[in-house]
Protein backbone atom coordinates (compact mmCIF):
# COMPACT_ATOMS: atom_id res chain seq x y z
CA UNK A 1 0.00 0.00 0.00
CA UNK A 2 1.53 3.05 -1.05
CA UNK A 3 0.68 6.77 -1.18
CA UNK A 4 -1.91 8.11 1.09
CA UNK A 5 -5.01 6.72 1.73
CA UNK A 6 -8.04 7.59 2.56
CA UNK A 7 -11.43 5.30 4.36
CA UNK A 8 -14.31 7.43 2.56
CA UNK A 9 -17.85 6.77 3.78
CA UNK A 10 -20.16 6.23 0.60
CA UNK A 11 -23.30 5.12 1.99
CA UNK A 12 -25.32 4.97 5.88
CA UNK A 13 -27.83 2.75 5.92
CA UNK A 14 -30.98 2.99 7.92
CA UNK A 15 -33.47 0.86 9.00
CA UNK A 16 -32.74 -1.08 11.83
CA UNK A 17 -34.84 0.20 14.96
CA UNK A 18 -31.91 -0.87 17.31
CA UNK A 19 -28.30 -1.81 17.11
CA UNK A 20 -27.00 -3.88 14.77
CA UNK A 21 -24.90 -6.29 16.14
CA UNK A 22 -23.57 -8.21 12.80
CA UNK A 23 -22.72 -8.27 8.98
CA UNK A 24 -22.16 -10.59 6.02
CA UNK A 25 -21.44 -10.29 2.45
CA UNK A 26 -22.93 -12.72 -0.06
CA UNK A 27 -19.49 -14.39 -1.10
CA UNK A 28 -20.78 -15.36 -4.45
CA UNK A 29 -22.94 -11.25 -5.35
CA UNK A 30 -20.70 -8.62 -6.72
CA UNK A 31 -19.03 -10.18 -9.38
CA UNK A 32 -20.29 -11.22 -12.85
CA UNK A 33 -22.62 -8.61 -13.29
CA UNK A 34 -25.01 -10.11 -10.18
CA UNK A 35 -25.43 -7.21 -7.51
CA UNK A 36 -22.88 -6.71 -4.24
CA UNK A 37 -25.96 -8.05 -1.49
CA UNK A 38 -25.07 -7.58 2.20
CA UNK A 39 -26.87 -8.77 5.05
CA UNK A 40 -27.24 -7.15 8.41
CA UNK A 41 -28.32 -8.49 11.80
CA UNK A 42 -29.52 -6.39 14.73
CA UNK A 43 -31.49 -6.01 18.26
CA UNK A 44 -34.80 -5.15 16.61
CA UNK A 45 -35.29 -9.44 16.17
CA UNK A 46 -34.97 -8.73 12.11
CA UNK A 47 -32.04 -9.43 9.40
CA UNK A 48 -32.12 -6.83 6.55
CA UNK A 49 -30.69 -7.59 2.95
CA UNK A 50 -29.66 -4.67 1.20
CA UNK A 51 -28.90 -4.88 -2.51
CA UNK A 52 -26.34 -2.60 -4.50
CA UNK A 53 -28.49 -1.10 -7.42
CA UNK A 54 -27.12 0.27 -10.87
CA UNK A 55 -26.14 4.00 -9.06
CA UNK A 56 -23.81 1.71 -6.91
CA UNK A 57 -26.22 2.52 -3.64
CA UNK A 58 -27.48 -0.19 -1.42
CA UNK A 59 -31.20 -0.48 -0.96
CA UNK A 60 -33.08 -2.79 1.69
CA UNK A 61 -34.56 -5.26 -0.65
CA UNK A 62 -35.91 -7.53 2.15
CA UNK A 63 -36.83 -7.76 5.45
CA UNK A 64 -36.41 -11.07 7.33
CA UNK A 65 -38.86 -11.12 10.79
CA UNK A 66 -41.52 -13.05 12.82
CA UNK A 67 -39.47 -15.76 13.19
CA UNK A 68 -36.62 -14.74 15.96
CA UNK A 69 -38.16 -13.29 18.98
CA UNK A 70 -35.14 -11.72 20.53
CA UNK A 71 -32.23 -10.33 19.09
CA UNK A 72 -30.13 -11.74 15.90
CA UNK A 73 -26.75 -11.50 17.14
CA UNK A 74 -25.15 -12.80 13.83
CA UNK A 75 -25.47 -13.80 10.17
CA UNK A 76 -23.60 -15.62 7.80
CA UNK A 77 -24.25 -16.66 3.98
CA UNK A 78 -23.31 -20.29 2.77
CA UNK A 79 -20.17 -20.51 0.43
CA UNK A 80 -22.81 -21.11 -2.56
CA UNK A 81 -24.78 -17.90 -1.33
CA UNK A 82 -27.89 -19.49 -1.47
CA UNK A 83 -28.31 -19.74 1.83
CA UNK A 84 -28.33 -17.23 4.93
CA UNK A 85 -27.70 -18.35 8.93
CA UNK A 86 -28.76 -16.81 11.43
CA UNK A 87 -27.59 -16.84 15.13
CA UNK A 88 -30.21 -15.76 17.80
CA UNK A 89 -30.55 -15.10 21.85
CA UNK A 90 -34.14 -17.01 22.02
CA UNK A 91 -31.55 -20.32 21.44
CA UNK A 92 -32.30 -20.93 18.05
CA UNK A 93 -29.92 -20.18 14.61
CA UNK A 94 -32.47 -19.84 11.43
CA UNK A 95 -31.71 -21.01 8.13
CA UNK A 96 -32.90 -19.21 5.16
CA UNK A 97 -33.41 -19.28 1.50
CA UNK A 98 -34.45 -16.94 -1.12
CA UNK A 99 -37.18 -17.74 -2.82
CA UNK A 100 -37.77 -15.34 -6.30
CA UNK A 101 -37.22 -11.82 -4.21
CA UNK A 102 -38.36 -12.94 -0.50
CA UNK A 103 -36.36 -14.86 2.11
CA UNK A 104 -38.21 -18.02 3.87
CA UNK A 105 -36.89 -19.79 7.07
CA UNK A 106 -36.56 -23.26 5.64
CA UNK A 107 -35.14 -24.64 8.93
CA UNK A 108 -34.27 -23.93 12.36
CA UNK A 109 -31.47 -25.73 14.23
CA UNK A 110 -32.31 -25.71 18.35
CA UNK A 111 -30.21 -27.45 21.21
CA UNK A 112 -28.61 -24.35 22.80
CA UNK A 113 -29.83 -23.82 26.14
CA UNK A 114 -29.93 -19.90 25.81
CA UNK A 115 -28.76 -17.02 23.77
CA UNK A 116 -27.02 -18.39 20.43
CA UNK A 117 -24.27 -15.89 19.74
CA UNK A 118 -22.15 -16.78 16.59
CA UNK A 119 -23.19 -18.85 13.60
CA UNK A 120 -20.46 -19.86 10.51
CA UNK A 121 -20.32 -22.74 7.54
CA UNK A 122 -17.00 -24.24 6.85
CA UNK A 123 -15.45 -23.99 3.45
CA UNK A 124 -17.66 -26.59 1.49
CA UNK A 125 -21.01 -25.38 2.96
CA UNK A 126 -21.76 -28.68 4.52
CA UNK A 127 -20.96 -28.17 8.16
CA UNK A 128 -22.08 -25.18 10.58
CA UNK A 129 -20.93 -24.27 13.69
CA UNK A 130 -22.95 -22.68 16.00
CA UNK A 131 -21.91 -21.11 19.61
CA UNK A 132 -23.38 -19.70 22.83
CA UNK A 133 -23.86 -18.16 26.33
CA UNK A 134 -24.84 -21.79 27.05
CA UNK A 135 -20.51 -22.34 26.86
CA UNK A 136 -20.68 -25.30 24.15
CA UNK A 137 -19.76 -25.01 20.66
CA UNK A 138 -22.47 -27.30 18.18
CA UNK A 139 -21.66 -28.64 14.55
CA UNK A 140 -24.46 -29.20 12.22
CA UNK A 141 -24.37 -31.39 9.09
CA UNK A 142 -26.73 -30.47 6.08
CA UNK A 143 -28.45 -33.43 4.89
CA UNK A 144 -30.66 -33.56 1.82
CA UNK A 145 -34.10 -31.44 1.82
CA UNK A 146 -32.49 -28.07 4.13
CA UNK A 147 -32.19 -30.55 7.30
CA UNK A 148 -29.50 -30.22 9.64
CA UNK A 149 -28.27 -32.59 12.43
CA UNK A 150 -26.25 -32.06 15.43
CA UNK A 151 -23.19 -34.57 14.71
CA UNK A 152 -21.35 -32.98 17.72
CA UNK A 153 -21.65 -30.52 20.95
CA UNK A 154 -18.07 -29.35 22.29
CA UNK A 155 -17.77 -28.96 25.73
CA UNK A 156 -14.08 -27.14 26.59
CA UNK A 157 -14.95 -23.27 27.57
CA UNK A 158 -15.40 -22.14 30.81
CA UNK A 159 -17.59 -19.51 30.03
CA UNK A 160 -19.82 -17.68 27.33
CA UNK A 161 -18.36 -18.24 24.03
CA UNK A 162 -18.59 -15.36 21.63
CA UNK A 163 -17.53 -16.43 17.99
CA UNK A 164 -17.07 -19.30 16.11
CA UNK A 165 -15.15 -19.44 12.57
CA UNK A 166 -13.78 -22.00 10.15
CA UNK A 167 -10.25 -22.43 8.89
CA UNK A 168 -10.80 -21.19 4.99
CA UNK A 169 -9.79 -24.28 3.23
CA UNK A 170 -9.41 -26.83 5.79
CA UNK A 171 -12.17 -28.51 8.36
CA UNK A 172 -10.81 -26.64 11.39
CA UNK A 173 -12.94 -24.75 13.61
CA UNK A 174 -11.89 -22.02 15.73
CA UNK A 175 -14.02 -20.62 18.74
CA UNK A 176 -13.27 -17.24 20.71
CA UNK A 177 -14.78 -16.94 24.41
CA UNK A 178 -15.59 -14.72 27.44
CA UNK A 179 -12.85 -17.63 29.11
CA UNK A 180 -10.00 -15.79 27.81
CA UNK A 181 -8.98 -18.27 25.27
CA UNK A 182 -8.99 -19.43 21.56
CA UNK A 183 -9.45 -23.21 20.74
CA UNK A 184 -8.65 -25.05 17.85
CA UNK A 185 -10.65 -28.05 17.11
CA UNK A 186 -10.53 -30.66 14.92
CA UNK A 187 -11.75 -33.86 13.81
CA UNK A 188 -10.89 -37.35 14.43
CA UNK A 189 -13.06 -39.07 12.00
CA UNK A 190 -16.32 -40.27 12.91
CA UNK A 191 -17.84 -37.45 13.54
CA UNK A 192 -15.46 -37.34 16.58
CA UNK A 193 -13.93 -33.40 17.29
CA UNK A 194 -11.88 -32.66 19.94
CA UNK A 195 -9.34 -29.60 20.38
CA UNK A 196 -6.17 -29.79 19.26
CA UNK A 197 -5.16 -26.41 20.49
CA UNK A 198 -5.78 -23.96 23.21
CA UNK A 199 -4.40 -20.61 22.37
CA UNK A 200 -3.89 -18.84 26.04
CA UNK A 201 -2.16 -16.76 28.17
CA UNK A 202 0.66 -19.07 28.80
CA UNK A 203 1.33 -19.11 24.53
CA UNK A 204 1.53 -15.28 24.56
CA UNK A 205 -2.32 -15.33 24.70
CA UNK A 206 -4.97 -13.23 25.75
CA UNK A 207 -5.53 -12.16 29.14
CA UNK A 208 -9.05 -10.68 28.90
CA UNK A 209 -11.98 -11.90 26.74
CA UNK A 210 -11.50 -12.60 22.86
CA UNK A 211 -14.22 -11.18 21.17
CA UNK A 212 -13.49 -11.67 17.47
CA UNK A 213 -11.30 -13.33 14.75
CA UNK A 214 -10.40 -13.81 11.09
CA UNK A 215 -8.39 -15.64 8.90
CA UNK A 216 -6.40 -14.67 6.16
CA UNK A 217 -7.46 -15.04 2.53
CA UNK A 218 -5.18 -17.94 2.10
CA UNK A 219 -5.56 -19.35 6.16
CA UNK A 220 -1.92 -19.15 6.78
CA UNK A 221 -2.97 -16.35 9.25
CA UNK A 222 -5.44 -15.40 11.95
CA UNK A 223 -5.95 -12.28 14.23
CA UNK A 224 -7.60 -12.09 17.20
CA UNK A 225 -9.31 -8.97 19.43
CA UNK A 226 -9.65 -8.25 23.24
CA UNK A 227 -9.54 -5.64 25.91
CA UNK A 228 -6.30 -6.66 27.98
CA UNK A 229 -6.51 -5.46 31.51
CA UNK A 230 -3.14 -5.65 32.44
CA UNK A 231 -1.00 -3.34 34.47
CA UNK A 232 -1.50 -0.59 31.05
CA UNK A 233 -4.99 -1.56 30.44
CA UNK A 234 -4.33 -2.19 27.21
CA UNK A 235 -6.60 -3.22 24.12
CA UNK A 236 -5.05 -5.49 21.78
CA UNK A 237 -4.96 -7.45 18.73
CA UNK A 238 -3.48 -10.50 17.75
CA UNK A 239 -1.29 -11.74 15.20
CA UNK A 240 -1.11 -15.78 14.68
CA UNK A 241 0.88 -18.05 12.13
CA UNK A 242 -1.77 -20.60 11.57
CA UNK A 243 0.27 -22.54 8.70
CA UNK A 244 0.43 -25.84 10.85
CA UNK A 245 -1.62 -28.17 11.06
CA UNK A 246 -3.21 -28.37 14.44
CA UNK A 247 -3.90 -32.32 14.05
CA UNK A 248 -0.24 -32.51 14.32
CA UNK A 249 -0.44 -31.73 17.88
CA UNK A 250 2.31 -34.17 19.83
CA UNK A 251 3.08 -34.66 23.95
CA UNK A 252 6.39 -32.84 23.26
CA UNK A 253 4.75 -29.39 23.70
CA UNK A 254 5.20 -28.75 19.56
CA UNK A 255 2.37 -25.89 19.32
CA UNK A 256 1.35 -26.20 15.87
CA UNK A 257 -0.02 -22.27 15.70
CA UNK A 258 1.97 -19.73 16.85
CA UNK A 259 1.43 -16.20 18.33
CA UNK A 260 3.38 -13.73 15.88
CA UNK A 261 3.09 -10.22 16.93
CA UNK A 262 0.65 -8.02 19.45
CA UNK A 263 -0.31 -4.67 18.30
CA UNK A 264 -1.59 -2.59 21.32
CA UNK A 265 -2.61 1.21 21.78
CA UNK A 266 -4.69 1.15 18.73
CA UNK A 267 -8.28 1.64 20.51
CA UNK A 268 -9.54 3.06 23.12
CA UNK A 269 -11.90 0.80 24.21
CA UNK A 270 -12.72 -2.92 23.84
CA UNK A 271 -12.26 -4.20 19.93
CA UNK A 272 -15.18 -5.76 18.88
CA UNK A 273 -14.73 -6.77 15.17
CA UNK A 274 -12.00 -7.90 12.42
CA UNK A 275 -11.66 -8.37 9.29
CA UNK A 276 -8.94 -9.52 6.72
CA UNK A 277 -9.07 -8.27 3.44
CA UNK A 278 -8.26 -10.42 0.32
CA UNK A 279 -5.55 -7.45 -0.20
CA UNK A 280 -4.21 -8.23 3.52
CA UNK A 281 -5.96 -4.95 5.12
CA UNK A 282 -7.03 -5.73 8.56
CA UNK A 283 -10.00 -3.53 9.80
CA UNK A 284 -10.85 -3.33 13.75
CA UNK A 285 -13.95 -1.89 15.02
CA UNK A 286 -14.26 -0.83 18.79
CA UNK A 287 -16.30 0.36 21.97
CA UNK A 288 -14.53 3.60 21.07
CA UNK A 289 -16.75 4.58 17.88
CA UNK A 290 -13.56 3.95 15.37
CA UNK A 291 -12.10 1.91 12.95
CA UNK A 292 -8.41 0.89 12.00
CA UNK A 293 -6.49 -0.43 9.33
CA UNK A 294 -3.54 -2.13 9.93
CA UNK A 295 -0.77 -3.87 7.07
CA UNK A 296 2.20 -6.15 7.36
CA UNK A 297 5.29 -4.33 7.20
CA UNK A 298 7.37 -5.79 4.82
CA UNK A 299 10.46 -4.06 5.21
CA UNK A 300 11.83 -5.61 8.45
CA UNK A 301 11.13 -9.06 8.44
CA UNK A 302 14.49 -9.67 10.93
CA UNK A 303 12.94 -10.20 13.69
CA UNK A 304 9.62 -11.79 12.00
CA UNK A 305 6.41 -10.50 10.83
CA UNK A 306 5.37 -7.49 11.90
CA UNK A 307 2.14 -4.99 11.59
CA UNK A 308 1.81 -1.34 11.51
CA UNK A 309 -1.43 0.96 11.49
CA UNK A 310 -2.32 2.45 8.07
CA UNK A 311 -4.94 4.74 9.18
CA UNK A 312 -7.68 5.70 11.45
CA UNK A 313 -11.10 6.82 11.43
CA UNK A 314 -12.06 8.37 14.39
CA UNK A 315 -15.82 8.76 14.98
CA UNK A 316 -16.59 6.16 12.61
CA UNK A 317 -20.07 5.86 14.29
CA UNK A 318 -21.59 8.01 16.81
CA UNK A 319 -21.74 4.74 19.01
CA UNK A 320 -19.92 1.52 19.13
CA UNK A 321 -18.87 -0.41 16.20
CA UNK A 322 -19.62 -4.01 16.68
CA UNK A 323 -18.68 -5.28 13.18
CA UNK A 324 -16.43 -4.67 10.26
CA UNK A 325 -16.46 -6.93 7.03
CA UNK A 326 -14.57 -6.24 4.27
CA UNK A 327 -16.41 -7.01 0.68
CA UNK A 328 -14.72 -10.66 -0.32
CA UNK A 329 -14.83 -9.05 -3.96
CA UNK A 330 -14.21 -5.99 -3.79
CA UNK A 331 -11.44 -5.66 -1.08
CA UNK A 332 -11.22 -1.80 -1.08
CA UNK A 333 -14.71 -1.47 0.12
CA UNK A 334 -15.57 -2.33 3.99
CA UNK A 335 -18.88 -2.46 5.65
CA UNK A 336 -19.52 -1.05 9.62
CA UNK A 337 -22.45 -1.96 11.86
CA UNK A 338 -23.06 -0.13 15.24
CA UNK A 339 -24.61 0.61 18.64
CA UNK A 340 -26.01 3.62 16.72
CA UNK A 341 -28.78 1.25 14.21
CA UNK A 342 -26.79 2.46 11.34
CA UNK A 343 -24.91 0.20 8.80
CA UNK A 344 -21.89 1.79 6.88
CA UNK A 345 -20.28 1.71 3.84
CA UNK A 346 -16.78 2.66 3.10
CA UNK A 347 -14.42 2.59 0.35
CA UNK A 348 -10.54 2.58 1.13
CA UNK A 349 -9.11 5.36 -1.75
CA UNK A 350 -5.86 7.05 -2.51
CA UNK A 351 -5.80 10.59 -1.65
CA UNK A 352 -4.01 12.72 -4.17
CA UNK A 353 -0.95 14.92 -2.04
Not at 265 to 283: K, L
Not at 325 to 347: C, F, H, R, T, Y
Amino acid sequence: MDGKLELRETQKLEGHSDRVWSLAWNPVTGTGGVPAMLASCSGDKTVRIWQQGSSKSFDCTAVLEETHTRTVRSCAWSPSGKLLATASFDATTGIWQQIGSDFECVATLEGHENEVKSVAWNASGSLIATCGRDKSVWIWEMQSGNEFECISVLQGHAQDVKMVQWHPFADVLVSVSYDNSIKVWVEDGDDDWHCAQSLGESGSGHTSTVWALSFSECGNRMVTCSKEYDCSDDLTLKIWDTSGNPSQTSGDGYAPWQHICTLSGCHDRTIFSVSWSSEGVIASGAGDDALRLFVENKDNVVDGPSYSMLLKKDKAHAMDVNSVQWNPKDPQVLASASDDGSVKIWELVGVSQ
